[in-house]
């Protein structure tokens, strides 16, 4: 792969201590157009917070207050990233799994209002809504 110029390189990203990814196969293979921003907004946290195993320990409280997110919406995002098969949960544990169980997106997914097209849109709703 080429070189390409960095626009600001003293910023160039590098992998951190602490352990966390978001794999590009969600927007690749569309498992994300099955999640509303809210569920977007918990599943981005919970791949950060998560350790190797991708366990999250976060607290229902603790996840609204990062999130600025009310119980029920928790709860719902919650429900829409189990049935894209992204987490699991036995409360109180949040894990994030492995993507290559998963052989194809979801046929159904919860119903939801307005389904934007790009992970960009997706990301601002989810920010216009926190604001």
Sequence with gaps: MPNKPLPCPQRRRRIPRQFSWVDQRQVREGLIRCCDPQALALYLFLLTV????????????AIGYHLSMRPAQISQARHCLIHAGLIAFAHPYYQVLSLDALTSPPSSSPPRA???QSLGSLLREALEKRS
């Design 50 to 61: 998560a350790d190797a195993q991708g366990l999250s320990y976060y607290s229902e409280r």
């Design 114 to 116: 307005a389904r934007p």
